[in-house]
């Protein structure tokens, strides 16, 4: 096509809308949309969902009154999505150099997680893996994607385009990031029953737990059976948010910041 068809086709609005429609669909990650944070950070906006990962923690900021006082500098991002979380604690906190492991299964995340890996601003601090949270006795767990951060291991539709994961293992995390940890992040969808109880040396290993629960998570009493867990595992509850209904399936979500009275750095 010579440029005066093109340029005639331009003139067209529906052409226009058309051709846009098309390359936000199957090619947004290349027109390099990006979004500076200040202190010399940006975030890349590689997928046409990110604006909805984005807007929730960097303008919602709704982890902000979740951070625990002290130093952080060392967090397991568990449910890491477009690891919008750790690059808002590096870019809030600049003058603590944070090393994150994001640990994140959904294929869709993949360019933008091994793209920020690869920032020089972030010199190598942030490493992706992609595994999810299971039983430790198995090696794989299906998991559905889904756009808008709803990809779980539980299948909602039949329309989810499911694909199986490996099984995320202590002892991989120990070797990609030795404990102990400041900040444990897990925002996984209603896996949280399967991580407090298949996860226990992990958690023991960390200072403080952000933990975004879902009211219908494998244990079956939900709310106040993850907190009496928590209760169990020696953590101590310092915040927890007005619980929410869900978007997009029928139950309640809400935020939990705990500390580990046991924790010996």
Same mark, same amino acid.
């Given at each position: ?50 604006? /909805?990962?984005?807007? =929730?923690?960097?303008?919602?900021? =709704?982890?902000?009154?979740? $951070? ?10 568990? *449910?890491? &999505?477009? *690891? ?34 690869? =920032?020089?601003? !972030? ?44 099984? !995320? ?5 120990? /070797? ?8 444990? %992040?897990? /925002? $996984? ?17 960390? %200072? ?5 629960? &879902? ?8 709310? =106040? ?22 978007? *997009?399936?029928? *139950? ?14």
């Amino acid at each position: 096509m010579n440029k005066f068809v093109c340029s005639l086709l331009l003139q067209y609005s529906a052409f226009r809308r058309s051709l846009i429609s098309h390359l936000k669909a199957r090619y947004f990650h290349e027109l390099g949309n990006s979004i500076p944070l200040g202190n010399g950070y940006w975030a890349q906006l590689l997928e046409n969902d990110s604006y /909805d990962s984005f807007s =929730e923690i960097f303008i919602q900021q =709704e982890y902000l009154k979740f $951070i625990p006082n002290g130093k952080i500098s060392k967090v397991l991002d568990i *449910g890491a &999505h477009y *690891g919008f979380f750790s690059l808002w604690m590096q870019a809030t906190y600049p003058k603590q150099k944070i090393h994150s492991l994001m640990i994140e299964p959904a294929e869709s995340c993949v360019r933008s997680l091994t793209r920020m890996t690869n =920032e020089p601003f !972030l010199e190598g601090r942030f490493n992706f893996f992609s595994r999810a949270i299971g039983k430790l006795d198995s090696e794989t767990v299906c998991f559905f994607n889904r756009s808008h951060m709803a990809g779980s291991c539980f299948n909602l539709t039949t329309s989810d385009s499911e694909q199986s994961v490996q099984v !995320l293992k202590e002892s991989e995390v120990v /070797d990609l990031l030795p404990p102990p940890y400041d900040l444990i %992040k897990c /925002d $996984i969808e209603g896996s949280e029953w399967e991580f407090l109880h298949c996860y226990q040396n992990l958690i023991k290993s960390s %200072k403080f737990l952000i933990l975004e629960w &879902h009211s219908w998570h494998n244990g079956g009493g939900g709310f =106040e059976q993850l907190i009496d867990t928590l209760n169990s595992r020696k953590f101590k509850i310092l915040k927890s948010s007005t619980p929410m209904n869900a978007v *997009g399936k029928k *139950g309640k979500v809400g935020l939990i910041l705990a500390e580990n009275s046991e924790f010996n750095a």
